[in-house]
Nanobody
Framework: QVQLVESGGGLVQAGGSLRLSCAAS?????TGWFRQAPGEEREFVAA????????YIADSVKGRFTISRDNAKNTVYLQMNNLKPEDTAVYYC???????????????WGQGTQVTVSS
């Protein structure tokens, strides 16, 4: 069993930065970040393989967000720069055996952390 705990969300002004963390217990898997805005479907943001050797960033955040991991700490990070109001959402991390950009590829999910970007 894998447990995921996100942290680092909060309120930030447009143009600001936040770093989200996803601390995992148990096995190391590929890890993805997804987000869900009110009234919207959950969407893919970024993913990283278990080794950290490959990453995949959604076009909507490419150039502003980066994903990384520290396996010694069993933690995955999402660095978010130049935040925009449209980035406002609950951000979830997820873990699974496949390095994919789809919700169904992930077996384990965290509880989410709120990110609010004011204009």
């Amino acid at each position: 069993q894998v447990q995921l705990v996100e942290s680092g969300g909060g309120l930030v002004q447009a143009g600001g930065s936040l770093r989200l963390s996803c601390a995992a217990s148990g096995r190391t898997f590929s890890t993805g970040w997804f987000r869900q805005a009110p009234g919207e479907e959950r969407e893919f943001v970024a993913a990283i393989t278990w080794s950290g050797g490959s990453t995949y960033i959604a076009d909507s955040v490419k150039g502003r967000f980066t994903i990384s991991r520290d396996n010694a700490k069993n933690t995955v990070y999402l660095q978010m720069n130049n935040l925009k109001p449209e980035d406002t959402a609950v951000y979830y991390c997820a873990a699974g055996p496949a390095f994919r950009a789809i919700i169904g590829a992930y077996d384990y999910w965290g509880q989410g952390t709120q990110v609010t970007v004011s204009s």
